[in-house]
Antibody, heavy 112, light 112 residues
Framework: EVQLQESGPGLVKPSQSLSLTCSVTGYSITSNYWGWIRKFPGNKMEWMGYISYSGSTSYNPSLKSRISITRDTSKNQFFLQLNSVTTEDTATYYC??????WGQGVMVTVSS | DVVLTQTPPTLSATIGQSVSISCRSSQSLLDSDGDTYLNWLLQRPGQSPQLLIYSVSNLESGVPNRFSGSGSETDFTLKISGVEAEDLGVYYCMQATHAPDTFGAGTKLELK
């Protein structure tokens, strides 16, 4: 059974970087696609980007050059970095395998 | 970006009632490979999103067959044939045909 678990700070100051880790068990991240999705207060959902089995990446253009998704295959983890955050980046962040398996999510608040 | 319009925003149902949710796309979701990448997800209270149906009408493993999906091009429907208490939550349609992947605003299913 594949399991995903997000981890990272729950509070980030404006203008700083948000960094999250997704730890995967039961499935190798060298197969399939691994993404980050966030849910804003209310119901709005946004796909942020993914890293593929080969290490290639695709990002939502709305995030422009602020986002980076990387991985460590030796630890079976992948990572999200979002730079220059504002209060509008306050959301619950999920990692997922394609659209099939999701982590429990981590709430991140951007506030001074 | 593709805009997905879900209706209704809120749905009140009794146990055993059949209900439908509509999802309309701002452009055709038929991909050049012949598939239509329109999925339905459910987020129960306090849980992460769960994939119910992928590619319009394919039931994800483990999902009860009271859920069904239909539609084509720009008009899609999720039907629940006999609502059960565990079906309560927010339903999202999402598309992965046109980059970036996008979500509908969600339909909240409540008990009447």
């Amino acid at each position: 059974e594949v399991q995903l678990q997000e981890s990272g700070p729950g509070l980030v100051k404006p203008s700083q970087s948000l960094s999250l880790t997704c730890s995967v068990t039961g499935y190798s991240i060298t197969s399939n696609y691994w993404g980050w999705i966030r849910k804003f207060p209310g119901n709005k959902m946004e796909w942020m980007g993914y890293i593929s089995y080969s290490g290639s990446t695709s990002y939502n253009p709305s995030l422009k050059s602020r986002i980076s998704i990387t991985r460590d295959t030796s630890k079976n983890q992948f990572f999200l970095q979002l730079n220059s955050v504002t209060t509008e980046d306050t959301a619950t962040y999920y990692c997922a395998r394609g659209w099939f398996d999701w982590g429990q999510g981590v709430m991140v608040t951007v506030s001074s | 970006d593709v805009v997905l319009t879900q209706t209704p925003p809120t749905l009140s149902a009794t146990i055993g009632q059949s209900v439908s949710i509509s999802c309309r796309s701002s452009q055709s979701l038929l991909d050049s490979d012949g598939d239509t990448y329109l999925n339905w997800l459910l987020q129960r209270p306090g849980q992460s999103p769960q994939l119910l149906i992928y590619s319009v009408s394919n039931l994800e493993s483990g999902v009860p067959n009271r859920f069904s999906g239909s539609g084509s091009e720009t008009d899609f429907t999720l039907k629940i044939s006999g609502v059960e208490a565990e079906d309560l939550g927010v339903y999202y349609c999402m598309q992965a045909t046109h980059a970036p992947d996008t979500f509908g605003a969600g339909t909240k299913l409540e008990l009447k």
